[in-house]
């Protein structure tokens, strides 16, 4: 089974603060790598997603850093809110199938 | 607005039962998905389904089915309902491979228990 692996479990950071998520994959031939965001009684929404040909992506306050060499991505969330108050999950995508792959979820509270 | 629709919110199963889960999606998606979540596990792919009448087994198939007899509606059944299959089940939906930003579009997920 391919895997990717997520840290932390849970996070709490003051308001303002940087939150950041790691998740670490096994396969270099996953070529899409989208994070998703689910608030309590919700189903998961698409927030960010890179592709392994470039480093870095921004959206708003969401940044994504990836690293092809050491197969890792990362999510920073900028000046973080109270209503950034989810759980994120990491995932990617195998290059010939539509099916993704998730990461274990981080419960990130931030305080007010 | 685009929607995947799941029937149960909330659903409490006798063990032994057969039980199903329905989910519906009014966007002419091709590729459909089951995935349970559990606390620490994540998100956990149990069947998917690229077109009518066509499945194939996730990562965690043993004890379930699946059913699409037409596009927009994707069914999953638990065969005999065990306690371990207490869950929060998620069903989702995506667009072609090659959209730029590929993603699913999930339902609000339905919280099963098993008695």
């Known amino acids: 089974q391919q895997q990717v692996k997520q840290s932390p479990q849970s996070l709490i950071v003051q308001k303002g603060g940087i939150p950041i998520i790691n998740c670490a994959y096994e396969?270099?031939?996953?070529?899409?790598f989208p994070w998703y965001q689910q608030f309590p009684g919700k189903g998961p929404a698409l927030l960010i997603a890179i592709r392994p040909d470039v480093s870095e992506k921004k959206e708003g306050r969401f940044t994504i850093s990836f690293n092809k060499s050491a197969k890792q991505f990362s999510l920073h969330i900028m000046d973080s809110q109270p209503g950034d108050s989810a759980t994120y999950f990491c995932s990617h995508r195998s290059g010939n199938t539509g099916k993704l792959i998730f990461g274990q979820g981080t419960t990130l509270q931030v305080k007010p | 607005d685009v929607k995947v629709t799941q029937s149960s919110r909330y659903l409490v199963k006798r063990t032994g039962e057969k039980v199903f889960l329905e989910c519906v999606q009014d966007?002419?998606?091709?590729?459909m998905f089951w995935y349970r979540q559990d606390p620490g596990l994540g998100l956990r792919l149990i069947y998917f389904?690229?077109?009518?009448?066509?499945?194939e087994k996730g990562d965690i198939p043993e004890g379930y089915s699946v059913s699409r007899e037409k596009k927009e509606r994707f069914s999953l059944i638990l065969e005999s309902a065990s306690t371990n299959q207490t869950s929060m089940y998620l069903c989702?939906?995506?667009?072609?491979?090659?959209?730029?930003?590929?993603?699913?579009?999930f339902g609000s997920g339905t919280r099963l228990t098993v008695v």
């Open positions: 389904s690229y077109d009518v009448k066509m499945k």
């Open positions: 989702a939906s995506s667009l072609p491979l090659d959209t730029i930003n590929y993603g699913y579009t």
């Open positions: 966007m002419d998606h091709e590729n």
């Open positions: 396969n270099t031939a996953f070529d899409y």
